[in-house]
């Protein structure tokens, strides 16, 4: 992915966002929607020791439908982890 997308994305979310989360796709439809693809990054909680989590894997993706920019409908779909 090119790092022209990248910063365009860091302007649209909100902010920490990615923090948290990989980008990991930016496409656009047939319809002109551009379509944000996020992954939980792999971050112990506050307080716990990372050797002692065991990953459960991801929980089925979540797309969420945002305003329109520029007449431009924005969507993005995000994979979260399990609960330990």
Avoid at 25 to 52: C, F, H, M, R, W
Wanted: hydrophobic share 30%.
């Amino acid at each position: 992915m090119s790092s022209a997308y990248e910063t365009l994305v860091r302007l649209i979310l909100p902010e920490g966002l990615l923090e948290y989360f990989e980008l990991t796709d930016v496409l656009t439809s047939e319809n002109g929607e551009l379509n944000i693809y996020l992954e939980e990054k792999n971050l112990a909680p506050s307080g716990y020791d990372k050797s002692q989590l065991e990953s459960k894997g991801f929980l089925p993706e979540t797309a969420i439908q945002d305003f329109p920019i520029r007449g431009h409908k924005v969507g993005s779909d995000s994979k979260t982890k399990l609960p330990h």
